[in-house]
C-alpha cells in the first residue's frame, strides 16, 4: 500500500534552516508529481511546494520563494524540503503527498 513518512521537523531558531524528508513506499514513485503541505494550528492545509515526477520543474506559494526548495531522489524514493531563513510563521505540521495520499507529517517550530 501507498505510504508516505515525513522527517527532519524540529525547533529551530528564526534565520535558521531544516531539510524535511518524505519517505515514499508501495508505489512507483518516479512515476508521479510530488507536493509539500502545511497546516498552521487554527488555519487551513496550504501547499508549499510541488515537483514534477522527474524534477524537473518546481513551484512554490509565494510565502517561501527563494528560502525553500523542493527536490527529490527517485533512486531513493525520497522527496525533501529544503527550508532556509525559516520564519516564526512558518511553524506548522508540514506534509507530504501524493494525488489522493497523505503523509503523518512531521512539525517544524520556529521561536526563540
Known amino acids: 500500500q501507498v505510504r508516505l513518512v515525513e522527517s527532519g521537523g524540529g525547533l529551530v531558531q528564526p534565520g535558521g534552516s531544516l531539510r524535511l524528508s518524505c519517505a515514499a513506499s508501495?508505489?512507483?514513485?518516479?512515476?508521479?508529481?510530488m507536493s509539500w503541505y502545511r497546516q498552521a494550528p487554527g488555519k487551513e492545509r496550504e501547499l508549499v511546494a510541488d515537483?514534477?515526477?522527474?524534477?524537473?520543474?518546481?513551484s512554490y506559494a509565494d510565502f517561501v520563494k527563494g528560502r525553500f526548495t523542493i527536490s527529490r531522489d527517485n533512486a531513493k524514493n525520497t522527496l525533501y524540503l529544503q527550508m532556509n531563513n525559516l520564519k516564526p510563521e512558518d511553524t506548522a505540521v508540514y506534509y507530504c503527498?501524493?494525488?489522493?495520499?497523505w503523509g503523518q507529517g512531521t512539525q517544524v517550530t520556529v521561536s526563540s
Open positions: 503527498k501524493r494525488q489522493y495520499f
Open positions: 508501495g508505489f512507483i514513485f518516479s512515476s508521479y508529481d
Open positions: 515537483i514534477t515526477r522527474t524534477g524537473g520543474s518546481t
